[in-house]
């Protein structure tokens, strides 16, 4: 049985990340998106806010399951059976990025692979961070979270 991992903070998840996960969700026998309990940071959304918004974004997958963890990431792969680490690319920043933390979380664990896949091109400008700094100062974000997530960013206001 082929088990992956999608780590990430998911604050707030966009429709880069929800592309991913479905084409992710293809690939493996369970996907389990692994939501980072980000002690240190505010997010926007709650811990709960954001698995309930990625529960209910997944539900009509079966082999996707949401949790959260704390810590290593490769000490979550390893208690959840995983093999696969899955991260996308938007960049060749990404990769820079990406490159050192595969190779760590490989020395760390060599039971678990980090597969990249390759952002949609039409979702490469998108990431969190720039999400959540266009609506702090009003900008149109519609197109890049999904529904549900629009809707609770606008109860934010
Ligand atoms: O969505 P993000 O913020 O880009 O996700 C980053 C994430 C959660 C994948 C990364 O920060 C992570 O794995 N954190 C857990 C702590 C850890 O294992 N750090 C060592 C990596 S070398």
Same mark, same amino acid.
């Given at each position: 049985? /082929? ?14 990340? &929800? ?8 690939? +493996?026998?369970? &996907?389990?998106? =692994? ?9 926007? $959304? ?25 810590? *290593?990431?490769? %000490? $979550? ?8 680490? &899955?991260?996308? &690319? /938007?960049?060749?920043?990404? +990769? ?16 678990? %692979?980090?597969? $990249? ?12 961070? =720039? ?23 606008? /109860? *934010?206001?």
């Amino acid at each position: 049985m /082929r088990v992956a991992v999608f780590p990430g903070s998911f604050d707030p998840v966009t429709n880069g990340h &929800l592309d991913l996960i479905r084409r992710g969700a293809g690939m +493996f026998d369970r &996907l389990i998106i =692994g939501v980072l309990v980000n002690i240190g940071k505010t997010p926007l $959304f709650s811990i709960e806010e954001r698995v309930d918004m990625l529960s209910a974004l997944t539900r009509e997958f079966p082999q996707i399951s949401v949790k959260t963890f704390e810590g *290593l990431l490769v %000490d $979550f792969v390893e208690a959840e059976g995983a093999t696969v680490v &899955l991260r996308g &690319l /938007r960049t060749p920043q990404d +990769f820079s990025y990406e490159l050192p933390l595969a190779q760590a979380n490989y020395k760390l664990n060599k039971h678990a %692979d980090t597969i $990249f896949l390759a952002t949609a091109p039409e979702y490469s400008y998108i990431s969190s961070s =720039g999400v959540k700094e266009i609506f702090r100062f009003g900008g149109e974000i519609r197109e890049m979270v999904p529904g549900i997530v629009y809707e609770r960013l606008i /109860r *934010l206001k």
